[in-house]
């Protein structure tokens, strides 16, 4: 099985900062995309930010040049640097690891989820 803990969440004023940081642990052969999806109240599950095992990467719209994403594969961590955040990136922030497990010649992909991590913009 595999673990995702989130970390970095919290309270902070329109035009601040917060990073993120989700750290898999367990069974864990390699892992390929990682990603960082959030739901507001009342709204469905969005993608934020993803991270390919490349190391490509893809944003929303709606935070292209404020959030910056990155991966320590030796960790098994993926990062989400948020700046300038606005009080509509308010919602709980959960991160996505497809990962394999299992042995080098019966191996499984499955996505894993975090539990999830408050973040509140408001002033």
């Known amino acids: 099985q595999v673990q995702l803990v989130e970390s970095g969440g919290g309270l902070v004023q329109p035009g601040g900062s917060l990073r993120l940081s989700c750290a898999a642990s367990g069974s864990i052969l390699s892992i390929n995309a990682m990603g960082w999806y959030r739901q507001a109240p009342g709204k469905q599950r969005e993608l934020v930010a993803g991270?390919?095992?490349?190391?490509?990467?893809n944003y929303a719209d709606s935070v292209k040049g404020r959030f910056t994403i990155s991966r320590d594969n030796v960790k098994n961590t993926v990062y989400l640097q948020m700046n300038s955040l606005k009080p509509e990136d308010t919602g709980v922030y959960h991160c996505?690891?497809?990962?394999?497990?299992?042995?080098?010649?019966?191996?499984?992909?499955?996505?894993?989820w975090g539990q999830g991590t408050q973040v509140t913009v408001s002033s």
């Open positions: 991270i390919t095992g490349g190391g490509s990467t």
């Open positions: 996505n690891q497809r990962a394999w497990t299992g042995s080098a010649t019966s191996g499984t992909l499955k996505d894993y």
